[in-house]
């Protein structure tokens, strides 16, 4: 934590949590990938009865 106003905290990856990067990473290409896909899921959703 850092001794300002207003207050802001700094954050940092653990060694642990650094190595699901790249798992991350494939779901954040997949999920480009089918942006298009998953909007027309998601409105298909959203319209039925």
Known sequence: MHPVVPPRVGYALSPLGRTLLDTVGS???????????IDAAREAYDTRS
Do not use: K, V
């Open 27 to 37: 779901l954040l290409d997949w999920s480009l990938e089918h942006i298009d896909d």
